[in-house]
């Protein structure tokens, strides 16, 4: 079946601009990640969704960032005011369920704020 | 303290070789669980293999296997016959806790490996 997918796939804007970046998790999973990985890192935890909810927002930067899964499955990561530190690679990833499953990621968005 | 540890920027094998990718591990939760990761310059995550904290067995799959040392806290990914598709970041991730707390994957900063024909 189809695996994750992530529109675009590449997206440069200005400084100060607003961006919205899509993820398609994979159909029947109703756990969806968002992690950010810096250029040279590892991916960090953003935002984990259970459903439609918001489970753990506790990775998200500040509030400039925010996600949102409104009919629990389709998610949208929102940043408001870019900064040029916000360029790196958004990674969506989704899992059967929370509880111990493998996470499946998508291609990633790489951002670059100019 | 870092919770996943790979002391390998990177390394180099010869096509059909073994490598071996180290990896540590920092938690004291008794419930937690490894994953390795393959990302090629593609960018996609891969999933490769999974070893949980109370699993006797080291995990395998394929040509991946885990030497998994818990007193040692290490979880070491096995790549045997290396092929050149195998050129691409490693990543080593954990999640620790149960139920509801068990969702978060902690990565480390990765190892590039190559694989020269």
């Known amino acids: 079946g189809a695996g994750v997918s992530q529109t675009p796939s590449n997206k440069v804007t200005e400084k100060g601009k607003y961006v919205e970046l899509r993820c398609d998790p994979i159909?029947?999973?109703?756990?969806l990640y968002w992690y950010r990985q810096s250029l040279g890192q590892g991916p960090e935890f953003l935002i984990y969704?259970?459903?439609?909810?918001?489970?753990?927002d506790s990775g998200l930067p500040n509030d400039r960032f925010f996600a949102v899964r409104p009919e629990g499955s389709v998610s949208t990561l929102k940043i408001q005011r870019t900064e040029r530190g916000d360029s790196a690679v958004y990674l969506c990833?989704?899992?059967?369920?929370?509880?111990?499953?493998?996470?499946?990621f998508g291609p990633g968005t790489r951002l670059l704020v100019l | 303290a870092q919770k996943i540890t790979q002391t390998q920027p990177g390394m180099f094998v010869q096509e059909k070789e073994a490598v071996t990718l180290d990896c540590t591990y920092d938690?004291?939760?008794?419930?937690?669980?490894l994953f390795w990761y393959k990302q090629p310059s593609s960018g996609e995550m891969i999933f490769l293999i999974y070893?949980?904290?109370?699993?006797?067995q080291n995990a395998t799959e394929g040509r991946y296997s885990l030497n998994f040392q818990k007193a040692r806290k290490s979880a070491n990914l096995v790549i045997s016959a290396s092929q050149l598709g195998d050129s691409a970041m490693y990543f080593c991730?954990?999640?620790?806790?149960?139920?509801?707390?068990?969702?978060?994957?902690?990565f480390g900063k990765g190892t590039l490996l190559t694989v020269n024909p």
């Open positions: 070893q949980g904290s109370y699993d006797q």
């Open positions: 938690t004291s939760d008794p419930s937690y669980g």
């Open positions: 159909s029947g999973h109703t756990a």
């Open positions: 969704f259970q459903g439609t909810g918001a489970a753990d």
């Open positions: 990833a989704s899992s059967l369920t929370p509880m111990g499953e493998t996470q499946y």
């Open positions: 991730a954990m999640r620790e806790g149960r139920g509801g707390s068990n969702y978060k994957l902690t």
